[in-house]
């Protein structure tokens, strides 16, 4: 079964330093991958998506992510963080084999301070 | 339009009432879903809806109960809840297989249901 694991429930940056959000993968099948971003009591929005194209995927608002099949991999970048980027990031990965379905990591919730 | 319609925003309701979410898009899209969030939590989902018909229940307890009146539409019937039903109740549409594979899926603000 697939499932996503995003390391560390918490992170807090300061503005204008790197962020970092970490996602690993586990499927037997080739994965699609999204990160999609909440911000407090809104729905959920794609920040951006690997499809098995380029590796190196660039989304909103300045974020991009890699993925690594040998590390099982699809963390979240963004080379200097604002304010505005503080709220939950959720991972997710859809197969074929799953009906398309979405799972979900369990969320990392980002602080960002001044 | 983008966008996910979801009403009410917020609702309240007792043990014994019965209510309705609603959701509704114009993206043309095929594949609709209901999700279940608490607090601090990814979404849960519930249903898919694919072509008007329900294709995935994720073993969701009968008192709630979906309904796609068309492929713009989709509702969520609620009866007889229970305080722990509380949560955010999402809708999310995406184009249908084999696009929905790789296609984002558009969430609505969601509905916070309290049960009371």
């Known amino acids: 079964a697939q499932s996503v694991t995003q390391l560390g429930s918490h992170v807090s940056v300061s503005e204008g330093a790197l962020v970092l959000l970490r996602c690993n993968y586990s499927s037997s099948v080739p994965p699609y991958l999204f990160w999609y971003v909440q911000y407090p009591n809104q729905g959920l929005q794609l920040l951006l998506k690997y499809t098995s194209a380029a590796t190196l995927v660039k989304g909103i608002n300045g974020f991009e992510a890699e993925f690594k099949k040998s590390e099982t991999s699809f963390h979240l970048t963004k080379p200097s963080a604002h304010m505005s980027d503080a709220a939950e990031y959720f991972c997710?990965?859809?197969?074929?084999?799953?009906?398309?379905?979405?799972?979900f990591g369990q969320g990392t919730e980002l602080s960002v301070k001044p | 339009d983008t966008e996910v319609t979801q009403t009410p925003k917020h609702l309240v309701m007792g043990m014994t009432n019965k209510k309705s979410l609603k959701c509704e898009q114009h993206?043309?899209?095929?594949?609709m879903y209901w999700y279940k969030q608490k607090a601090k939590k990814p979404p849960e989902l519930m249903f898919v809806y694919s072509y008007e018909k329900l294709s995935i229940n994720e073993s969701v307890p009968s008192r709630f109960s979906p309904e796609c009146p068309n492929s713009s539409l989709l509702n969520l019937h609620l009866h007889a809840l229970q305080p722990e039903d509380s949560a955010l109740y999402l809708c999310?549409?995406?184009?249908?297989?084999?696009?929905?594979?790789?296609?984002?899926?558009?969430f609505g603000q969601g509905t916070r249901l309290t049960v009371v």
């Open positions: 997710a990965v859809s197969t074929y084999n799953q009906g398309g379905k979405l799972i």
């Open positions: 999310a549409s995406s184009q249908d297989a084999p696009q929905s594979l790789m296609a984002e899926a558009f």
């Open positions: 993206m043309g899209h095929r594949a």
